[in-house]
């Protein structure tokens, strides 16, 4: 008993010994490129704090000329002057970018145009997550505002200069929240209904779609182009949230540092060879097919297990008839039994129904994503 106690006051002092190894463990990597960018030309946008700034801090450190596109230049000029003191390149600069405002992304691509002569890397980062319904300057609703048109415009602003800059590649940072994710045209600024949490799901979801496209309309022009999943990072992208701020406080320690959350977008800006798998969304350092793998693993281990578990719990009455072996199942499986025969066949039917539509439905997502390219 003391024992059990002294374990459960020790928890939390393990957990936190722990928690850089769990994170690590968690994170899937780093970018392992060895790349030097000297002479080339960067944009990240949103790089005054979170993802993007540890972006933008590693393109400073292979050489290359960043610009931070940022809506608060105050915080983005903080943010080059220690960029500038880390890396020792002086050639971090800071421009006002305000994605909710087409006007400034114009405003923003102009000074750019007229500023640089190449633009080899666009990095598509800055996001709002779960923010209480409002709209942009313009009219449209502010997830897909931000997160998908005021990326839209800047890179169709920008795209003659990277084509001219060829082998040049735009990054769009996604989310894996875009499964969630619907395109509704009849309710696109989300005046008919509006959810904070799916309006960044539908969101997320243009950013893939938007780089599909792309690639595809860009096939031999020299313009690459890659959606990403960063991860869960602990970032202040929950700041609207105050639900989501406790969770992600809570599980600070397990959760992506930003500069882990760097790494996938770091991976497909800098990565040789990339180039066959333009308009491929990445998670994990994988190509979307993958994650599709990994997910169809996932549910359908996830889902037989339960099945089995179900079909045991079920017909371990017969199978294990005598209360001493009964012993061997676990507080589940106690719980399990309290419901009659009835119940625990429909819940084995739940399951296993589970099972066939998962895995049909994983099974038919993976299969559009490599032969169709959905
Ligand atoms: N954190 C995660 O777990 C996670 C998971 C999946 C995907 N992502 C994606 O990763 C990207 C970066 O997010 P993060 O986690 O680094 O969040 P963050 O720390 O909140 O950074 C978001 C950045 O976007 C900027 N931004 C917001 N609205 C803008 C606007 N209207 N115009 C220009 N810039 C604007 C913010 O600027 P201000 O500081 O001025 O607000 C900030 O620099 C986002 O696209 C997000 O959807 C994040």
Known sequence: MIGVLLLLLLLPFLLYI??????????????????????KVAVV??????????????????????????????????????????????????????LADTKSIRAFAKGFLAEEKHLHILINNAGVMMCPYSKTADGFEMHMGVN??????????????????????????????HHLGRIHFHNLQGEK??????AYCHSKLANILFTQELARRLKGAGVTTYSVHPGT?????????????????????????PQQGAQTSLYCALTEGLEVLSGNHFSFFMVSFEEQKFLILMKSHLSIFSFITCAFGVLSKKLLPSPRSQRFITVFFQQFYSFNIKF???????????????????????FFNIFIGI
């Open 18 to 39: 722990a928690a850089p190894q769990i994170r690590k463990m968690l994170s899937s990597g780093v970018c392992t490129s060895t790349i030097q960018l000297p002479g």
């Open 45 to 98: 946008t949103g790089a005054n704090t979170g993802i993007g700034k540890e972006t933008a801090k590693e393109l400073a450190q292979r050489g290359a000329r960043v610009y931070l596109a940022c809506r608060d230049v105050q915080k983005g000029e903080l943010v080059a002057r220690e960029i500038q003191i880390m890396t020792g390149n002086q050639q971090v600069l800071v421009r006002k970018l305000d």
């Open 148 to 177: 998908h048109l005021g990326h839209f415009l800047l890179t169709h602003l920008l795209l003659e200069k990277l084509k001219e800059s060829a082998p040049s590649r735009v990054v769009n940072v996604s989310s894996l929240a």
């Open 193 to 198: 209904f509006y959810h904070a949490g799916l």
């Open 233 to 257: 990072v602990n970032s202040e992208l929950v700041r609207h949230s105050t639900l989501m701020r406790w969770i992600w406080w809570l599980f600070s320690f397990f959760i992506k540092t």
């Open 344 to 366: 625990r066949s429909m819940i084995l039917l739940f399951f296993f129904l589970n099972f066939i539509l998962f895995t049909f439905y994983t099974a038919g997502s993976f």
